[in-house]
């Protein structure tokens, strides 16, 4: 079984949202999910630690990342090659987890390890830790720290993205995506949580808290 030293050395540098201590929290929230729905915890273990192995390929593309440059799809293939030598059954299990984590590439997770480990990477982004990692990500992108979200915002379009923005486009669904029960009850409480901070930070960006 692949070491989480084997696996740090795998990965290039990233920034503070995407780097390998998100990898070893999705460990860890998968190796927590995996008990409770009885997965195999083996097959859980190596995809949570190569499944974004290549995340900094298609981090430019973002949106308009296609087969040739969805993370997801290089990263199960980097797989297959590493675990050469393994029972093909392994191997695929694994690969498919790894193929069936993004949210936008259309490829249902179709094992109980696949939706463990889609459910534990998409935790990472809710929560207290997810809070985090937006407003990290819009530093790091020059973004306001604060902007109200006008009605009729659309992505992409003139009204500048902040960590806000991205709750409410975003992150304040994702507890509606998951697709395990342990997974939507650790999600209910960081949903509360996320939902309780942006009440809050509002509030003391207009003078009232
Ligand atoms: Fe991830």
Redesign the pocket.
Known sequence: MLTIDEACILYEEADSAHDFS?VLR?LALAEHLAEQECADLSIVRTAALL??LARAEDMEKGLDADRETDHAIIAAAEARRILSGQSEEIVEAVAHAIEAHRFRNGIEPKTIEAKVLFDA?KLDAIGAVGTARAFAYGGRHGQPLWADVSENYVPGGDESHTAHHEFHVKLKNVKDRLYTESGRRIAAQRHQFMCAFFEQMAAEVRGER
């Open positions: 998100h999705v499944h974004d990477d």
